[in-house]
T-cell receptor, first 113, second 121 residues
Framework: QKEVEQNSGPLSVPEGAIASLNCTYSDRGSQSFFWYRQYSGKSPELIMFIYSNGDKEDGRFTAQLNKASQYVSLLIRDSQPSDSATYLCAVKRAGTGNTPLVFGKGTRLSVIA | GAVVSQHPSWVICKSGTSVKIECRSLDFQATTMFWYRQFPKQSLMLMATSNEGSKATYEQGVEKDKFLINHASLTLSTLTVTSAHPEDSSFYIC?????????????????FGPGTRLTVL
């Protein structure tokens, strides 16, 4: 089982709809969870992080964390064509000091105008 | 805040030459920096972890003598691709972690530079 799993997509949603991106992780002790967006040919940019169970909202983005089920999701409300990108889920495992985040392979989102 | 720069943004070189890429954290001190490379339409691949003042930790399969990493200060890390060959052509991206004491989740966050596109002829 991979440490961080994401459906590669593409996930296609119409403009204005809610896009739902999911991620599961294998290490139950993981402590911090991140969502990054990467446009084609560009480097990843941080969207938000979450570390407590429940929802965290930032503008059109909502991250949801369920540690018991070991999944984290990202909802994008009112999706725009400019949201079309690859979304990377990343996890910081507990007790791993200054090791890098563990990244999923990303889900490609396509918002259709 | 949390801006990371890379220089150069792109470079074209002849086979056999060495190329140095700089990664700087502009508004924070980075105790740890990470180097990734990414081939077209593929995932990020971690190359090495670099801590200020100590030797880098390389991932399995990454040649430490070919990819030299120096983290001389809390704001600068460099990656030198020595004797570059066409198969080294890739998108190289650095990432920096603030490591702020007492602020767990900000400390865990990795901020990425804009990347350097290397083409070896």
């Amino acid at each position: 089982q991979k440490e961080v799993e994401q459906n590669s997509g593409p996930l296609s949603v119409p403009e204005g709809a809610i896009a739902s991106l999911n991620c599961t992780y294998s290490d139950r002790g993981s402590q911090s969870f991140f969502w990054y967006r990467q446009y084609s040919g560009k480097s990843p940019e941080l969207i938000m992080f979450i570390y407590s169970n429940g929802d965290k909202e930032d503008g059109r983005f909502t991250a949801q964390l369920n540690k018991a089920s070991q999944y984290v999701s990202l909802l994008i409300r009112d999706s725009q064509p400019s949201d079309s990108a690859t979304y990377l889920c990343a996890v910081k495992r507990a007790g791993t000091g200054n090791t890098p985040l563990v990244f999923g392979k990303g889900t490609r989102l396509s918002v259709i105008a | 805040g949390a801006v990371v720069s890379q220089h150069p943004s792109w470079v074209i070189c002849k086979s056999g030459t060495s190329v140095k890429i700089e990664c700087r954290s502009l508004d924070f001190q980075a105790t740890t920096m990470f180097w990734y490379r990414q081939f077209p339409k593929q995932s990020l691949m971690l190359m090495a972890t670099s801590n200020e003042g100590s030797k880098a930790t390389y991932e399995q399969g990454v040649e430490k003598d070919k990819f030299l990493i120096n983290h001389a200060s809390l704001t600068l890390s460099t990656l030198t691709v020595t004797s570059a060959h066409p198969e080294d052509s890739s998108f190289y991206i650095c990432s920096a972690r603030p490591g702020l004491a007492g602020r767990r989740n900000t400390a865990d966050t990795q901020y990425f530079g804009p990347g350097t596109r290397l083409t070896v002829l």
